[in-house]
């Protein structure tokens, strides 16, 4: 309705007020829903260390799956017709499907209108080449979720319910386990999504592109969660004015974008630091211009090692992202520095499977060979590839201890 009616009105101030309203009241429920209770317990802490004591009733509702997904998505929807990018679709059951399309509805990737609206009017045939793609990236990516991501979460909880327990070793080990994780289950996640849009005759926008062959934080950021970052970019930094300011003013909208980015993760103190910690990587390479991607198949020794040092820096951070609190982060990091011992013996092997690194390790030899491209299955030995992956998810799939999809939660 909002953007029936901002297409019709051509009153500057009327379009700001139904601008205003449309932001208000989808951010409004976001905020309900998703950091109410988060504020209520902070503001109350804040209350008590002064000496007053408030009582404030908390709200006991689940959070609706995909909230901050299809939000961000009715958001650019509304903002990209009240900056003229885009008309107004009439057609709502056209609107309602873009909202809610099943594939990625609950983690994404965040679609814009301008890419999704257009093909739910377009006469859909099948197309066996993009079923095909469709079906290889859905294989590829149920191995990233059931081979990769379940079976490093099996471990990361371990290591991290007993963190004060472990040696250096298995604290960092805990940390690589997690980096995988959250990289298997949300990219995974996104291929099977993209993949099963394909099947439909429908093309999402790519949201990963081999992020842990980044070269340096800036890069990472423009290979993880690309449907994220892109939509931060659009309707917050540039807004903001983006670089075109003054020195100070493009750091504080780096500062504000990636912290509205780690807020926009969770209610909790730990998104924030996650996100103020990654601002501050972040800046100096930003403001150098240090933006480059990997174009030789075979990089020099100088890549590996930026690509070794990011992904360590990347690992490291995570740990804020996986912890309860930021005292628990804080903590599991110090023992990782100054709990002595890094030698294996101490390693309980059978208990943290130390023998899954070398599948972890095909896993990133299958993508470092396929980074040009969607997915590991071209070429003269695609076949095998895939044949290799299918009997890796059935040999290795957690399928009786399946793991929630992290991003659900957001």
Not at 3 to 24: A, P, Q, T, W, Y
Not at 127 to 134: C, E, N, R, V, W
Not at 189 to 207: K, V, W
Not at 222 to 230: A, K, N, P
Request: charged share 15%; proline share 2%; hydrophobic share 50%.
């Amino acid at each position: 309705m909002v953007g029936l009616e901002l297409e019709r009105e051509e009153n500057s101030s009327k379009r700001n007020l139904l601008l205003s309203f449309s932001l208000i009241f989808n951010l409004g429920i976001l905020l309900t829903f998703k950091y109410y209770n988060f504020f209520i317990e902070n503001f109350q802490t804040l209350s008590e260390s002064i000496g007053l004591h408030v009582n404030f009733f908390s709200l006991q509702i689940l959070l609706p799956v995909g909230i901050s997904f299809y939000t961000f998505q009715t958001l650019s929807y509304t903002i990209d017709i009240w900056k003229k990018r885009i008309s107004a679709t009439k057609n709502f059951l056209q609107f309602a499907t873009f909202v809610a399309f099943f594939p990625q509805l609950v983690a994404g990737p965040i679609e814009r209108a301008s890419n999704l609206l257009p093909q739910f009017s377009q006469r859909k045939k099948f197309d066996d080449q993009l079923a095909i793609s469709g079906i290889n990236l859905i294989l590829w990516g149920l191995f990233k979720k059931v081979v990769i991501a379940d079976n490093c979460a099996v471990y990361v909880d371990t290591i991290f319910a007993n963190y004060e327990e472990q040696n250096s070793l298995s604290l960092f080990l805990g940390a690589f386990y997690f980096a995988f994780q959250i990289y298997g289950d949300f990219s995974g996640y996104s291929d099977i999504a993209i993949g099963t849009g394909r099947l439909f005759g429908f093309q999402l926008m790519q949201n990963f592109n081999y992020p842990y062959f980044s070269r340096n934080i800036s890069e990472f950021w423009r290979r993880w969660h690309i449907s994220l970052s892109t939509w931060f970019r659009d309707y917050i930094y540039v807004p903001l004015g983006g670089s075109k300011s003054s020195l100070l003013f493009t750091i504080r909208n780096i500062f504000i974008v990636f912290m509205v980015s780690g807020f926009w993760h969770g209610a909790n103190w730990t998104f924030l630091m996650w996100g103020g910690i990654h601002a501050v990587l972040f800046t100096p390479i930003f403001l150098r211009g240090k933006n480059y991607k990997i174009k030789n198949v075979y990089p020099g020794v100088k890549d590996l090692l930026k690509i070794s040092f990011t992904f360590l820096v990347t690992c490291l951070t995570w740990v804020f992202f996986r912890a309860e609190n930021i005292t628990i982060a804080l903590s599991y990091l110090k023992r990782i520095l100054n709990n002595g011992d890094f030698s294996v013996k101490y390693l309980d092997i059978e208990r943290y499977n130390i023998e899954f690194v070398p599948v972890i390790g095909f896993f990133v030899l299958l993508e470092w060979f396929s980074r040009f491209n969607e997915h590991p299955f071209f070429g003269r030995i695609k076949y095998l590839k895939v044949i290799v992956v299918i009997l890796s998810i059935l040999l290795l799939g957690k399928f009786f201890d399946y793991k929630e999809f992290i991003y659900f939660q957001f």
